[in-house]
């Protein structure tokens, strides 16, 4: 099993710590597709995944999630964070055992969601009064504490929709402070994806690379060489892949990632669990 970059004191440190500044933004890896933002002394928390309760709920069954890596901090520790995001509703982007503690030590929280899918999403944390949720849709943008948010379809493994035609699957666009970052939740490469991504100038592309296998008997993702084409074909400054060493059955390396990056001459950081990477204006 892997541990964290490091531990929960001394992330929590490295979070407090991280200047406030107006032109930086820091971004830390929590694990799967989870990400923490900072920028301007604000937090932003994208899809966190911070329990064991897919490991607990597939333990006795065919299809195991056993854990790769140990989890990179409690949700209880981040009581400072108020503005969440969640792309769809798989339980590794909408997590029970997470949002809970974190709506109830922080006294409330502001939880974005897909509009196709808010009561399931509130039907599954019971109603919860301390979670406010704020419904998006694909083409649509909220200001939500000062963060930017704009919805763009993700296909996982396809654009699916409600009978009113909005999007099950999203990814973000989040902007602040001069900055602005894609995070893909889950999805493959679709028509339209580069062109609703390019008018945002995007300084990182959080990309996912553990490819799309139907033997796993999950839905897919793009792997590194599509995710790092993505990253080129939007003109992200950076690329940073996630979805790879949380659970052994649905995971690839980096190296494919990394190659296909150094081949295009697309900037690119792996993290490790809990590690940060600071953009600078």
Same mark, same amino acid.
């Given at each position: 099993?892997?541990?964290?970059?490091?531990?929960?004191?001394?992330?929590?440190?490295?979070?407090?710590?991280?200047?406030?500044?107006?032109?930086?933004?820091?971004?830390?890896?929590?694990?799967?597709?989870?990400?923490?933002?900072?920028?301007?002394?604000?937090?932003?928390?994208?899809?966190?995944?911070?329990?064991?309760?897919?490991?607990?709920?597939?333990?006795?069954?065919?299809?195991?999630?056993?854990?790769?890596?140990?989890?990179?901090?409690?949700?209880?520790?981040?009581?400072?964070?108020?503005?969440?995001?969640?792309?769809?509703?798989?339980?590794?982007?909408?997590?029970?055992?997470?949002?809970?503690?974190?709506?109830?030590?922080?006294?409330?929280?502001?939880?974005?969601?897909? @509009? %196709?899918?808010?009561?399931?999403?509130? #039907?599954? $944390?019971?109603?919860?009064?301390?979670? &406010?949720?704020?419904?998006? !849709?694909?083409?649509?943008?909220?200001?939500?504490?000062?963060?930017?948010?704009?919805?763009?379809?993700?296909?996982?493994?396809?654009?699916?929709?409600?009978?009113?035609?909005?999007?099950?699957?999203?990814?973000?666009?989040?902007?602040?402070?001069?900055?602005?970052?894609?995070?893909?939740?889950?999805?493959?490469?679709?028509?339209?994806?580069?062109?609703?991504?390019?008018?945002?100038?995007?300084?990182?592309?959080?990309?996912?690379?553990?490819?799309?296998?139907?033997?796993?008997?999950?839905?897919?993702?793009?792997?590194?060489?599509?995710? @790092? %084409?993505?990253?080129?074909?939007?003109? #992200?400054? $950076?690329?940073?892949?996630?979805?790879? &060493?949380?659970?052994?059955? !649905?995971?690839?390396?980096?190296?494919?990632?990394?190659?296909?990056?150094?081949?295009?001459?697309?900037?690119?950081?792996?993290?490790?669990?809990?590690?940060?990477?600071?953009?600078?204006?």
């Amino acid at each position: 099993m892997i541990s964290p970059f490091q531990s929960d004191a001394a992330l929590l440190a490295d979070i407090h710590t991280a200047s406030p500044e107006g032109d930086s933004l820091h971004l830390w890896w929590l694990g799967q597709s989870g990400f923490l933002l900072k920028q301007g002394g604000s937090f932003l928390l994208l899809d966190p995944y911070l329990s064991d309760s897919l490991t607990l709920k597939y333990a006795a069954t065919d299809k195991p999630h056993t854990r790769m890596s140990e989890r990179c901090i409690a949700p209880e520790a981040l009581d400072f964070v108020r503005v969440i995001t969640s792309s769809h509703q798989h339980t590794d982007h909408f997590d029970e055992a997470t949002l809970l503690p974190l709506a109830g030590r922080n006294e409330g929280i502001r939880l974005v969601v897909p @509009a %196709a899918v808010e009561d399931l999403a509130r #039907a599954r $944390v019971d109603g919860t009064p301390q979670i &406010e949720f704020i419904p998006i !849709n694909e083409g649509e943008s909220t200001i939500v504490d000062g963060w930017w948010i704009s919805a763009v379809a993700a296909a996982h493994n396809e654009i699916e929709r409600d009978e009113e035609g909005r999007c099950k699957f999203l990814g973000y666009v989040i902007q602040r402070g001069g900055f602005a970052v894609y995070h893909s939740g889950d999805t493959l490469w679709h028509e339209g994806l580069v062109g609703a991504l390019l008018p945002f100038l995007c300084d990182a592309a959080l990309v996912p690379i553990n490819g799309n296998k139907p033997e796993r008997r999950v839905a897919g993702n793009l792997n590194g060489t599509e995710a @790092a %084409a993505l990253a080129k074909a939007i003109g #992200a400054k $950076v690329a940073v892949p996630h979805h790879f &060493e949380m659970f052994e059955f !649905n995971t690839e390396s980096p190296e494919e990632f990394v190659g296909t990056c150094q081949r295009l001459g697309q900037p690119y950081q792996v993290l490790r669990c809990g590690e940060r990477l600071t953009l600078q204006k």
